[in-house]
């Protein structure tokens, strides 16, 4: 077979390899550019969701309840656009941390990305269109937020369990969600944090107007025994001994292992981590 070449211009081939090059920038710009784009978006989505949230909880009242033209009851509120913002935050933590939520029968949801509002009472989940819902509590037994820390030698991941105990003898705790510090067989530690806003005053001595609400955090500490009852106490060691009359020599000789005084949370965890290592095996 013989090969025939043709010959082409110089000003076409030049023409052709401009084009071509073009094309394939064009190509290379396309295929760098949407994935970035599509990142930008979801980082935009969820920033928006986020603000969202914050926003409808930022310094709102409550003005009245009423009903919608459906007959359903609403909670109505009002925005006060003087205020500029808040210090502290609404919420046990500011942003959305992943979390597990457990429902009635049994049902869990996990590796969903969970606030919890410490001021209402309300635990908010984001749905994966960047909508924010709010979960109800009383159809939540128990939920989980891991929160992770960085610092300098790392990060590690502190986990929030908040619990409810339906079953408990006292009425008054039945529909609340407590933190648990520590369990075991003798006793749970158990922690209820409030926040409480105070509102920023409307005009100062000199006649000028603060313009910031101030939210505050109000932590209650109680223990559960074996029965069930749960008791509320001071963080001081007379108090600890007298929220646990059943185990008071355990609790004393638990302080005196400690060996150091009983003030924090912190000191409240270790003796209770410590009382309940002395529980028989197998005891209630």
Same mark, same amino acid.
């Given at each position: ?22 094309? @394939? ?8 550019? #949407? ?21 409808? !909880? ?8 009423? $009903?919608? @033209?459906?007959?359903? %009851? ?10 500029? +913002?808040?210090? +502290? ?10 979390? %597990? ?20 009472? +309300? ?6 269109? *960047?909508? @924010?819902?709010?979960? *109800?509590? &009383? ?7 891991? &929160?992770?820390?960085? /610092?300098?030698?790392? @990060? ?27 369990? *075991? $067989?003798?006793? /749970? ?5 409030? #926040?409480? !806003? ?8 000199? *006649? ?18 074996? &029965? ?6 001071? !963080?001081?060691? #007379?108090? !600890?001994? =007298? ?6 020599? %355990? ?5 005196? #292992? ?8 912190? &000191?409240?965890?270790?003796?209770? =981590? ?11």
């Amino acid at each position: 077979m013989t090969m025939h070449t043709v010959a082409m211009p110089k000003q076409l081939g030049l023409l052709l390899v401009l084009a071509l090059g073009a094309f @394939s920038s064009s190509l290379a710009q396309t295929t760098t550019t #949407k994935p970035k784009k599509a990142e930008q978006d979801a980082a935009n989505t969820a920033k928006a969701a986020e603000s969202r949230t914050a926003d409808a !909880l930022r310094a709102y009242t409550p003005t009245n309840t009423g $009903s919608d @033209s459906g007959g359903e %009851e609403r909670n109505y509120y009002t925005f006060n656009h003087r205020y500029n +913002g808040m210090s +502290g935050t609404p919420f046990l933590v500011a942003g959305w941390r992943k979390g %597990e939520v457990h429902l009635d029968h049994n049902q869990v949801v996990r590796n969903v990305s969970l606030k919890y509002d410490l001021y209402r009472h +309300g635990l908010l989940a984001l749905q994966p269109n *960047g909508d @924010s819902i709010i979960v *109800g509590l &009383d159809r939540v037994q128990e939920f989980v937020i891991h &929160d992770t820390h960085v /610092t300098n030698a790392g @990060s590690f991941v502190e986990d929030h369990r908040f619990r409810r105990y339906a079953d408990a003898p006292e009425a008054k705790f039945s529909r609340e969600h407590f933190e648990v510090l520590s369990e *075991g $067989s003798y006793a /749970t530690l158990l922690k209820l944090t409030r #926040k409480e !806003l105070q509102r920023a005053n409307q005009e100062s001595a000199y *006649g000028s107007t603060q313009v910031q609400d101030v939210m505050l955090d109000k932590a209650e500490y109680f223990v559960r025994n074996a &029965d069930g009852h749960i008791r509320a106490f001071k !963080l001081n060691r #007379k108090a !600890l001994v =007298a929220a646990l009359p059943e185990h008071a020599a %355990e609790v004393q000789e638990a302080m005196t #292992k400690y060996g150091q005084p009983v003030q924090k949370e912190a &000191d409240v965890i270790r003796v209770v =981590a410590i009382l309940n290592s002395t529980a028989p095996a197998g005891s209630k």
